[in-house]
């Protein structure tokens, strides 16, 4: 369950928020709050997952989301609300999520919502379950190196050099994986985590804990760069 909480919202777009966002059962609604230092004292006592703010009314509202943030015991993330874009610049320095004109439409409102319940399902899922008539088995997202399509069933390939097969073909899985599983190969999807070598001449990488190369195919071009750009950002420095 998502828990989220409204600072400085009026009634009627607190009311618009919360239909839309109450029908996805995966949202629980903690309050709003016009009071700044009641809202604080709330958001530390209850530790909501996303916090919605009008930064037109709340003073100093990036100062106040830091000091949440300073003594919050998990992490959250925010929504900016304001009347114009003269603070969208700000917020995206500030690591907002999103940035919503009010009054905002029922459209961008969901748009909003689905995109956050994106982001943190990617951050938050730890397991998939791979079913099979009355047979459900689950695995551990982290133990999956990589994903390999055998005609109409998919190996998972895992750390432990166990093979599972599902009764699925890989589309089915491509886009329910967390965002860290890219799809390099017809044939392949691959938990960019694992990758320790990328070879652009022979088309193929090099995976930790398996002793072959993975190949990957122009199709995929854009995974593969997206892959290397994550990897590049991680690392401390080059040998060249």
């Known amino acids: 369950m998502i828990k989220y909480v409204l600072i400085g919202i009026n009634n009627d777009e607190s009311n618009k928020i919360q239909e839309i966002f109450n029908k996805n059962y995966f949202f629980e609604f903690l309050g709003n709050y016009q009071d700044t230092n009641t ?30 943030k300073k003594y919050h015991l998990n992490s959250f993330n925010y929504i900016c609300y304001s009347k114009n874009k ?56 982290d133990d999956i190196i990589l994903l390999k399509a055998d005609n109409n069933t998919t190996d998972f390939i895992l750390t432990n050099n166990k093979k599972v097969t599902a009764y699925k073909c890989l589309k089915y899985f491509e886009n329910d994986l967390p965002k860290c599983f890219l799809r390099i190969h017809k044939s ?53």
């Open 39 to 68: 809202g604080m004292e709330f958001i530390l006592k209850n530790l909501p997952h996303l916090i919605i703010i009008n930064i037109d009314k709340v003073k100093n509202a990036f100062h106040y989301i830091d000091e949440c």
């Open 86 to 141: 003269d603070k969208a610049y700000q917020a995206i320095k500030n690591n907002a999520i999103d940035y919503l004109i009010s009054p905002a439409n029922n459209l961008e409102i969901r748009k909003s919502m689905m995109r956050y319940k994106k982001n943190f399902d990617d951050e938050n899922s730890k397991s998939i379950c791979l079913k099979s008539n009355n047979d459900f088995q689950f695995l551990n997202i």
């Open 188 to 240: 392949f999807i691959i938990n960019s985590k694992y990758v320790k070598r990328i070879n652009y001449g022979k088309c193929n990488f090099l995976i930790d804990q398996l002793n072959s190369n993975i190949p990957f195919s122009k199709t995929y071009n854009h995974n593969v760069n997206y892959i290397k750009n994550s990897l590049d950002q991680k690392t401390s420095f080059q040998l060249n």
